[in-house]
């Protein structure tokens, strides 16, 4: 039986929190709205875009919400277009993959981007055609849904019992728990590890080397 690692993208693959950051900042102002503090915008980073704004804007009309998110997909694919997007691996991402294939697991993703969003993150970094199974936002509802993983488990020909999430927020933790997967944490992204435990988080791992470990006992 096949054995699943599948990973959130932002904030645990590739640290995209500027593009983000500067995507809803300039949506928000094309809008006439102040932009958001930039933690805010750090607390909603794996949500599906149009929840993410309505995170940041509860007490707002749903049509100006999908015009935002519109807005900020605009600005991110503006940016993409000009080169200026810069979403780098984490440290010793690359030597985690090969460790993992080498263990036998095979590779996923479950992420709050779009398809051409991820899609872009695994052709800069040569990553494409290293994951059995890519899940988005476009296809699934909003994290912490367990919708995206258990269609991952399905083309991954797996069971729950072999699968694991890794993720940076407590949506990936929920969404792991709502799934009856294994929840694992990294602490180099958007949320607090003390949160990741509150949220279910079997452990969080410090660094690549500690997730394998955590992965493979």
């Not at 927020?169 to 992204?189: H, S």
Request: charged share 20%.
């Amino acid at each position: 039986m096949n054995k699943p690692a599948l990973f959130d993208c932002d904030g645990t693959m590739v640290d995209s929190q500027a593009n983000i950051c500067a995507s809803m900042d300039q949506a928000f102002i094309k809008h006439g709205l102040a932009p958001p503090d930039h933690h805010l915008t750090r607390r909603i980073v794996g949500l599906s875009l149009q929840e993410a704004v309505r995170q940041l804007l509860p007490s707002h009309e749903e049509g100006l919400i999908r015009e935002i998110a519109q807005s900020y997909k605009d600005g991110f694919f503006e940016l993409r277009q000009a080169g200026s997007v810069h979403e780098p691996l984490y440290d010793g991402l690359l030597g985690l993959l090969d460790q993992l294939e080498n263990a036998g697991w095979v590779l996923g993703v479950a992420t709050g981007k779009s398809d051409r969003g991820l899609h872009h993150v695994l052709e800069t970094h040569g990553l494409t055609g290293r994951f059995v199974t890519l899940q988005t936002a476009d296809r699934h509802p909003s994290k912490p849904h367990p919708a995206m993983v258990e269609l991952a488990i399905a083309e991954a020909g797996a069971t729950t019992q072999t699968t694991a999430m890794i993720g940076d927020t407590t949506f990936d933790m929920e969404m792991a728990i709502n799934a009856r997967v294994r929840a694992i944490g990294v602490d180099w992204g958007y949320h607090d590890p003390d949160e990741l435990i509150t949220s279910g988080a079997e452990v969080v791992a410090a660094d690549m080397d500690e997730l394998n470990k955590v992965l493979n006992r």
